[in-house]
Antibody, heavy 121, light 107 residues
C-alpha cells in the first residue's frame, strides 16, 4: 500500500526557516517524481514545487511565489522527500501535502495527510 | 501563467442525478488536465488525468472530456459520497495551476 507521511510542520515566526519531510513507503520511491502542494485555510490548492526522479536528472521546478525561498530535495536511500522553507512569510501559512506523480503525467495520484505550517509572530 | 476557471462555484444536485462541472483554461493545455475530489478534512483524491483517463480505483460514473481550453467532469448518477469540492489542474505548462474549485452540494 502506498503511503506518504509528512512531518515537520508547526508554528514559526516570519523570516524563519522550517524543513518538512515526506516519508514514503509501498513503492519504489526512486522511480517517481514527487511534488508538494499546499492549501491555505479555507482556500484552494496551490502547487509549490516538484522534483524529478534521478533517472530524469532529479531537477526541480517551483512556483513563482516560493522560488528562491523553498528548496525540494530527495534521499532515495531513505525514501524521503524534503521541503526546505526559508524566509517564511505569513502568506505561507497552509497545510502542506506531499504528493506522488503519475508515471505518465504531472498529476498527483497519491497524497499524504498533510502537515500544517503556521507562520505568525 | 495559465489561469484555470471552474464553473459554477457551487452546484446543487439531487442524489441519483447527473452533475456536470466545467473547467476553462486561459490558453490551450492540450489534454494535460486532471480532476481531483476533496472532502472536508481530507487530502484531495485524483479522479481523472489526461483529460479523460480514470485513475486507479475510480468508479465508472466519473468521466472527463474536453481538450484545448474547455473541459468537463461528469458524474453520471450522484451517490452520497460524491458531494465534495472538485478541482481541475493543468500540467501543460509551468507553473502547474489549479482551478478555484466547484463545491458540489446536495439539493
Amino acid at each position: 500500500e502506498v503511503q506518504l507521511v509528512e512531518s515537520g510542520g508547526g508554528l514559526v515566526q516570519p523570516g524563519r526557516s522550517l524543513r518538512l519531510s515526506c516519508t514514503a513507503s509501498g513503492f519504489t520511491f526512486g522511480d517517481y517524481a514527487m511534488s508538494w502542494v499546499r492549501q491555505a485555510p479555507g482556500k484552494g490548492l496551490e502547487w509549490v514545487g516538484f522534483i524529478r526522479s534521478k533517472a530524469y536528472g532529479g531537477t526541480t521546478e517551483y512556483a513563482a511565489s516560493v522560488k528562491g525561498r523553498f528548496t525540494i530535495s530527495r534521499d532515495d536511500s531513505k525514501s524521503i522527500a524534503y521541503l526546505q522553507m526559508n524566509s517564511l512569510k505569513t502568506e505561507d501559512t497552509a497545510v502542506y501535502y506531499c504528493t506522488r506523480l503519475v508515471v505518465t503525467a504531472i498529476a498527483f495520484d497519491y497524497w499524504g495527510q498533510g502537515t500544517l505550517v503556521t507562520v505568525s509572530s | 501563467e495559465i489561469v484555470m476557471t471552474q464553473s459554477p462555484a457551487t452546484l446543487s444536485v439531487s442524489p441519483g442525478e447527473r452533475a456536470t462541472l466545467s473547467c476553462r483554461a486561459s490558453q490551450s493545455v492540450s489534454s494535460n488536465l486532471a480532476w481531483y475530489q476533496q472532502k472536508p478534512g481530507q487530502a484531495p483524491r485524483l479522479l481523472i488525468y489526461g483529460a479523460s483517463t480514470r485513475a486507479t480505483g475510480i468508479p465508472a460514473r466519473f468521466s472527463g472530456s474536453g481538450s484545448g481550453t474547455e473541459f468537463t467532469l461528469t458524474i453520471s448518477s450522484l451517490q452520497s459520497e460524491d458531494f465534495a469540492v472538485y478541482y481541475c489542474q493543468q500540467y501543460n505548462n509551468w507553473p502547474i495551476t489549479f482551478g478555484q474549485g466547484t463545491r458540489l452540494e446536495i439539493k
